[in-house]
Each structure stands twice: as structure tokens, then as C-alpha cells.
């Protein structure tokens, strides 16, 4: 039966540190301020912006909430969010997405400036990442992945890491980070030959597909670390993953689990960065 590496204790880790250092940096002078964009009221949006609110409010982080129409011109975002660059008292820019088809989201995302840019959505926050240089920040679900090995002291250092999938919000920065912590990395995806194969030689697996259930037991293999990133509503509204959880659970040595797992942690390494960015400027 495998270890459940479960999100809430390293929630509860990441958020003491980030209130710690609140309170270290507020009495250098500095409030760490996060300033959260939106275009329209997409409820899923909203839904997130409630979260990431809520839990910025624990560790005492500012919120600074922007919502433009949802039929705002392209021109009108891209000076709000050069306002924001110019602006101090913001340290973090949080800015939802998809935007509205009629935008540029690729000019519109690489308005926002690296040293602000807090879930690494621009070209040169993703450069950081694979250079090694402190540019901007990774993408929060990808550092999601990473804190999680670190909290529950998972050894990279010469492992054999997989990774399904190659978005650049989850798997290509995942694959990079790990090769950072000495992992021998491969990633799989659509045009993979026998994946359940590549699969099984992992010792330590994300799993960052978008589809739910994906990965079953031929996929698996004894005493494997799994990390599953999806999130997926299930035709009767349950949440579920990528990895089909009860055929993994018996077999592998520690999964994560969904709910309950990285998405839990996502919004704290979120507010992990701001702080970081607020501190940045003090350096």
C-alpha cells in the first residue's frame, strides 16, 4: 500500500515560512504585495482569485484586485499591466488566463515583468528555469511538484525521474527542474512509442497528461514515487486525476492523491513567490 503524499502538511509548511518572512520583511519596511489581474468574470477565475486571496490573507501578503471588462481592449490591459510594472508597492502579478480570443495572449503575457512575473507565464521567467538563473519564477504547478519531493525528502540525485506530458506550464519545466535537483530525466507525450514501457523505468513519475485515468497499472511498477497533476470532473462531478488511483495505490511506493494532492500547494507556492519577489527587492 503506498504512502499518500498528501498536500495539506506541505501547505502548512510553505505557509509558516511565507508568514515568517512577512513579518521579517514588514519590519524592513517592505508590505509584499501581489496584484491579481482579471479580464471578465469567468467563474473559474473568480473561484481562484477567492483562494489565492484567502490564502495570501493567512500569511499577510496584500492583495491588490484589477478586474477589467471582459470586452476591454488589448491596448487597456497591456497599460494596466505596465502600471503595475511601474508601481513599488506590487511585487507580484498574477495574471488569469485564457484571455479573450481577440488578444495576443503571447504579447499580452510577456508584458508583464520577469522579477514580478509570479507563475512564470513569460518567455524570460521560462528561460530562468532552464538556465538556472533567478530571472522570474517557474510555473507555481511544476514548484508544486518540486516542494512536494523536497517536504516528504524524496531523493532526485541520480534517479530516474519520467514525465508525461510537455506543456510549458507543468511538464517541461518539471522535466527541467528535476534535471536541476541531478535527476535523470525522461519525457513522454502523444508521439511517445510504448509509453506504459518508458514508464515503468521511472523511479520517481509526474504525470501531467490532462486526461483522467490515463496511467493504469501498466504504466506502474513496484516502489515508484507518482506524482499526479490532473485535475479532472468526472461526468458524475468527482474529482480525479490522471493516474487511475486505485489500480496505482496498491502497486507504487508514494502517490500523491486527487484532490488533496498538488493542487493543494499550488496557491501556497503562489504566495511563496510573492514573498520571495518582495524580498528580491531588498537584495
Do not use: W
Amino acid at each position: 500500500m503506498a504512502t499518500l503524499l498528501k498536500g495539506a502538511a506541505v501547505v502548512e509548511a510553505l505557509n509558516q515560512e511565507s508568514a515568517e518572512m512577512v513579518k521579517h520583511l514588514e519590519q524592513l519596511g517592505v508590505s509584499p504585495t501581489l496584484a491579481i489581474v482579471r479580464v471578465g468574470e469567468r467563474e473559474d477565475d473568480i473561484a481562484y482569485e477567492r483562494g489565492a486571496t484567502k490564502r495570501c490573507e493567512k500569511v499577510g501578503v496584500a492583495v491588490k484586485q484589477v478586474t477589467l471588462s471582459g470586452d476591454c481592449s488589448e491596448a487597456e490591459l497591456i497599460e494596466t499591466l505596465e502600471g503595475l510594472n511601474a508601481d513599488d508597492q506590487v511585487h507580484g502579478i498574477l495574471l488569469f488566463r485564457p484571455l479573450p480570443k481577440y488578444m495576443d495572449e503571447d504579447r499580452v503575457r510577456n508584458i508583464v515583468a520577469p522579477n514580478k512575473d509570479i507563475d512564470g507565464i513569460t518567455d524570460l521567467s521560462l528561460a530562468g528555469v532552464f538556465t538556472g538563473v533567478e530571472t522570474g519564477f517557474a510555473p507555481c504547478t511544476a514548484q508544486a511538484c518540486m516542494e512536494i519531493l523536497d517536504f516528504y525528502g524524496i531523493e532526485t540525485k541520480g534517479k530516474r525521474a519520467v514525465v508525461i506530458g510537455r506543456s510549458l506550464v507543468v511538464g517541461k519545466p518539471a522535466a527541467l527542474m528535476l534535471i536541476s535537483k541531478n535527476a535523470t530525466v525522461t519525457v513522454c507525450h502523444t508521439r511517445t512509442i510504448d509509453m506504459p514501457a518508458v514508464c515503468r523505468q521511472g523511479e520517481i513519475v509526474i504525470v501531467s497528461a490532462g486526461r483522467p485515468g490515463i496511467v493504469d497499472a501498466s504504466y506502474l511498477s513496484e516502489g515508484q514515487v507518482v506524482i499526479d497533476v490532473g485535475i479532472n470532473v468526472t461526468e458524475d462531478g468527482n474529482l480525479v486525476g490522471d493516474v487511475d488511483f486505485e489500480a496505482a495505490e496498491p502497486l507504487v511506493g508514494a502517490i500523491t492523491p486527487v484532490p488533496g494532492g498538488v493542487g493543494t500547494v499550488t496557491t501556497s507556492v503562489l504566495v511563496k513567490h510573492v514573498v520571495q519577489a518582495a524580498q528580491r527587492t531588498l537584495e
